[in-house]
């Protein structure tokens, strides 16, 4: 069929036009080598290299003892270079099954969907089944939004297609990521309003303890932190950083001159076992302790911590109002910051 010297190149190209033009979908089974050499007559080392040309052009990905598929990041419906005149009729929620804060951010997402009159689809993403979800990527529609919780690489990785592509209309909660709108909580705002509470009960000296419990996500651990020194700095006051994890340098710290009289942790879990092992160690007087999330709202001791609580339903509902803002406007870069609630406990 190919008289010429470059048969794989054009054989390729001819499959890449096939992949575009929306002839395979993500995640799809591309052609076996038995069946490139059958339908154009090439040999099987040049369906070799036709396979390689279309992996390195990032259409294709091959998988040892299971076959060709087509790239879930490639194959996603441009919808940047012509006008997108579909109406938005559904919302699709992608979450881990055992995800403890599910049902805070569903509710959000649920009530905003009845209010706006869409449809609401729960797709729930295993562990187990990520790299199976990698090839099977959920094809875009432009009458959908999707939406998806950050709770690690897993999901990112599970929901790329959607994620990456600045031309699906898709919303992570909890996280920025390049390509899509995001919903974060306003971790600013919310260590300006710890920071100030203290201030308003005398104290000038403050220590912020991070890296003391590992499942708090990079960005939120930054940007509390960040906000802290910020909060220091503008306010003309004492603030040390101690990132070691050790709760032993904690109290060395309240046991020096000039001993802070407030410690914000960007957390509560390590906040309750602060105020408990500066108890055991009859550390005088006691400091404040503060946390952020209200994160160990099933644990005890609870009710002695002053906190932030993070509005999770507030943000499963923003993430329904980017997607609709978006779908009107067609406009995808949206990132929402929203409010916590200032907790005070004695």
Not at 29 to 43: N, P, T, V
Not at 278 to 295: C, I, Q, S, T
Request: include cysteine.
């Amino acid at each position: 069929m190919f008289p010429t010297r470059s048969v794989y190149v054009k054989v390729a190209g001819i499959i890449a036009d096939e992949i575009r033009n929306g002839h395979f979908r993500a995640g799809d089974r591309l052609y076996s080598s038995k069946e490139l050499c059958e339908r154009f007559e090439i040999s099987g080392k040049t369906a070799v290299r036709v396979q390689d040309a279309l992996a390195k052009m990032g259409l294709i990905r091959k998988v040892r003892g299971s076959g060709v598929f087509v790239n879930y990041l490639k194959n996603v419906p441009d919808l940047s270079t012509k006008q997108n005149t579909a109406v938005l009729r559904r919302i699709v929620f992608f979450t881990h099954a055992d995800d403890q804060w599910t049902e805070a951010f569903q509710k959000g997402i649920q009530h905003r969907v009845n209010q706006l009159g869409l449809d609401l689809r729960i797709e729930f993403i295993t562990k187990s089944a990520v790299p199976q979800d990698v090839f099977k990527a959920y094809p875009a529609r432009a009458d959908e939004g999707y939406i998806v919780i950050s709770t690690g690489a897993g999901m990112h990785f599970a929901t790329g297609a959607l994620l990456l592509s600045p031309t699906v209309n898709s919303v992570l909660i909890d996280y920025i990521a390049p390509g899509s709108s995001c919903v974060v909580t306003d971790n600013f705002g919310g260590i300006r309003q710890l920071v100030d509470h203290a201030l308003s009960l005398g104290h000038r000296r403050f220590i912020f303890a991070s890296n003391f419990i590992d499942s708090l996500g990079s960005l939120n651990a930054n940007e509390r932190e960040l906000a802290f020194k910020l909060s220091m700095e503008s306010r003309g006051l004492r603030g040390a950083v101690i990132d070691s994890g050790n709760f032993a340098d904690v109290i060395a710290a309240l046991k020096g001159p000039n001993a802070p009289t407030a410690i914000l942790f960007p957390q509560d879990e390590p906040a309750l076992r602060c105020q408990k092992i500066l108890r055991d160690a009859k550390v005088k007087p006691l400091p404040l302790v503060m946390g952020f999330d209200d994160f160990a709202s099933r644990e005890s001791g609870l009710e002695h911590l002053t906190t932030l609580r993070v509005d999770r339903t507030g943000m499963g509902a923003a993430a329904v109002d980017i997607l609709h803002a978006a779908n009107n406007a067609n406009s995808r870069n949206t990132i929402a910051r929203i409010p916590g609630e200032l907790v005070i406990r004695q």
